[in-house]
């Protein structure tokens, strides 16, 4: 019998198991241990809450999770509650799938001002996370800035610019629509530090901007560059400058304007006791395509600055780190004898959902190669006299099917469910 451990329940994770459940059938148990007591990652929290089909994804996991040889372990956070020793102490094999949570820091003077935050924290205050329901972020003002040029960016744009009415059938969690409701902002504007035909962002997340009822996104058409030059791009990125290209053309007057600023780097944040502005450098690309600054600076208003510019794994004690790459250190998935790394804590924050699903796989034929059968290690047994010991408070699937739930029980009209966003609310819905 091989027993495995995997620290996060996201994609990743799930994924993992389910490849671990195809290799070893009944010679395996494997535990998916999280610090939350809600399964999915960056499924329930990351992931925007208006794009429902997306989140769908989720439910492919139930019939891994429901499983003899799979078991949901959440509230248990790992290197605090159980260490990742004690882990490979328990299990023939430990699979880190933590993904990367953190966010990236944007690295200009004055990102430390009250109203820069990051995407990661600003994602999830207004999916519900529980680390980030108190983050009360400055949306009130009339003028808010967001950096990056990937979907990330686009889903927080698109979320500052919705209606109330537009967020029905959404789960996004009740304090962000009270919030968001009463928010009066005019001008959304995306930094992008290059140009149209380098953004990171897909056909349908920009197709969604033409659609809004109070905004409008708006592209400058100096930025673009010659049409016929599309032709070289593959057909997705050429769809999605098409739509570019269409927001570049008289568009109707509303309240909210979504504006692409192109070739156009922050260089600092100013205010004197709060984000007030961005500096911004104006850039272009030379004849090797590099990027490079003009000379030229100038200032956006700004109360609220969101920087969408990549991610981080966070640490673990006792588990080797790449500081330069945000993730565990390890070759091919492998870290240490035993321990192994997966999805975005293994390669960093690239690919879609379904590009775990391969990792996965490829994790579990690493474990197969590596452990030929199972030792007598406790495996779940140990795990959970450990956790008996330290009175800690695990939830099972069936819990988190109860949170579930209540989620849907308390629904606005319209919402399919309204989210808990603190973990004594999740953990007292179990009941």
Known sequence: MRHIAIVGSGPAGYYTAEACQKAFGDDCRVDIIDRLPVPYGLIRSGVAPDHQSIKAVARRYEAVALSDTVRFVGNVSVGEAVSVPELLDLYDAVVLATGAPADKPLGVPGDDLPGVIGSAAFVGWYNGHPDFAALDPP?????????????????????????EAEFGGSDIVGHALDRLRAAEHATVTLLARRGPHQIAMTPKELGELAHLTRAVPLVDPADLPPLADDAALDPGMRKAVTH???????????????????????VRVEGATHAERVIVARTRLDESGRLVDTGEEYALPATLVVSCIGYRTPPIAGVPYDDALGRFANVDGRIAP?????????????????????????????????????????????LDSVLTERDIDIVTFRDWQKIEAAEVTRARDGAPREKFATIAEMLDARI
Request: proline fraction near 5%.
């Open 139 to 163: 949306i009130g003002g009339l003028d808010a800035v967001v950096v990056g040029a990937g979907n990330v960016a686009l889903d927080v744009a698109r979320i500052l610019a919705k209606t």
């Open 244 to 266: 570019l290209r269409d927001f570049a053309q008289p568009q109707q007057d509303k309240p909210v304007r979504i504006v692409f600023d192109f070739f156009a780097r922050p």
């Open 338 to 382: 035993g321990l192994y790394a997966v999805g975005w804590a293994r390669r960093g924050p690239t690919g879609t959902i379904g590009t775990n699903r391969p990792d996965g796989f490829a994790i579990a034929d690493l474990i197969a190669a590596d452990i030929a059968r199972g030792s007598q290690k406790a495996g779940r047994a140990g």
